[in-house]
């Protein structure tokens, strides 16, 4: 297997305008593979004072020297140079990826490294393209607005997507002209340790982009406190997110958040079943089911229930844990033990209280014995108000619900604090999009499933957050309108 050693990560130090550096403790922690057990290398353990030395390297970074001065253009070459070194090492840091966060090989080289470098590529677009507006204002006045950056970013980001849930932060950051301190999980840091030295080669000038490793509960919310920091986006856990605005109010941060979710994937009887059955299995258990928008909650229509669920459960059956490393598995390790702990809980919840196990529901003894596999699980006969139906499990388990008529299902979709995804299944065009209209999410699949792009704005209503990330509608939050009037009389 390669090592730490070969893939290049500078064991125990941060990135900190420009330059590895060792945490002011001078302590580090381990970042395990959970498909083995086995521990991968040791990182900095930063605190405060490390996410202070950031975010002054981020903030002279922002006033002085070369990046306030670069125009738009050279900017965007930047960003595009990015894109392209991401490809080229896409072997590299798709292996990082599956050794840290335990998901298939294939997902990490073919989607997630493919998206990133797509992402810095689209916002190397963009950067060129951020301007303000001419206003037409009464009296001998002209008046026009600027588009401005608003300073030092921090990039909080999770352990499901690494790399690409930072790429969704720090390109649009980087494209408007804003500096960033990004600060990866602690079970998942390797790809954006990388993503540094990457942003260097490109031609990133010093303390534009510095990583920092570290406990959120102490380094990020270091961050999150810090008078310099304008802008915090996170994308995290509904509680994590709930501290992080507590925490930004004294200094009345700009903050973008990216929480939790409970999808409802609605399948109606009218629906190609057999296109249904595989989005519902992609729904859940791409990703292990660690996926923020996974359709964890699958109601199926009562004509068509015992008919769906058999090839449903025929199809998951399908669904085994493998190497994360061999090219052909598809389901991979959990992020860690922890982790593991929490989805089997859930199971047992599940089961305590009244729910059908259809499938899977144990830890799986694929491996080494030591590795963070669970069976793709799917519960049967949940009820709306059931644990399992209402906590984010963030796992491969599925909570199946049967419904009535299309007003019970958008009801029953709808009764939950979340509200990330959804996605409904009908061949009916009209009952699909009325359907879509009434969800409360920020994202409806219609006869298909965890569809993304660069271009698409994803992000949540309710508690699953505010704000956007992707598309042109993420630069609004990298970016402050100034209004500008000259006298012209
Ligand atoms: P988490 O909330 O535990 O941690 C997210 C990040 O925040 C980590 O880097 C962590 O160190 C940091 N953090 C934790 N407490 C902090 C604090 N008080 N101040 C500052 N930073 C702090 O989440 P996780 O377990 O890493 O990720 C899983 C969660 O992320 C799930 O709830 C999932 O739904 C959510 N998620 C959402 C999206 C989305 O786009 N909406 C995408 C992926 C994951």
Redo the contacts with the bound molecule.
Sequence with gaps: MATAAQLQVKPGKLFIGGKWVDAASGKTFPTVNPATGETITVLAEGDERDASAAVEAAFTAFHSGPWPEMSASDRGRILWKIGDLVDKYNEELGTLETLDNGKPIFESRQVDMPMVAEVFRYYAGWATKIHGETVPVKGPFLNYTLREPLGVVAA??????PLL?ASWKVAPALAAGNTVVL????WTPLTALRLAEICQEAGVPDGVVNVITG???TL??A??KHPKVAKVA?????R?GQ??LR?SAETLKRVTL????KSPNIVFADADLDAAVRGATIGIFYGKGEV?AAGSRLFVEKKIHDDFMHKLVDRAKKVQPGDPLDPKTRFGALVSERQMQTVLGYIEKGKAEGAKLVAGGERSSFGNGKGCFVQPTIFDGVRNDMTIARE?I?GPVLAAIEFGEMDEAIRLANETQYG?AAAVWTRDIGKAHRVARNLQAGTVWINTYNNYDTAAA?G?YKM??YGRELGMHALEHYTQIKSVWVNLA
Excluded: H, R
């Design positions: 909080i980001v999770p352990w499901n997507f849930l600060k990866p999980a602690s406990p959120g509960a990020g919310k961050l999150v996170i994308t995290g856990e509904t994590t501290e992080i925490d990216e929480l939790g979710g923020c984010e963030f990330l994803f949540g699953s957050g």
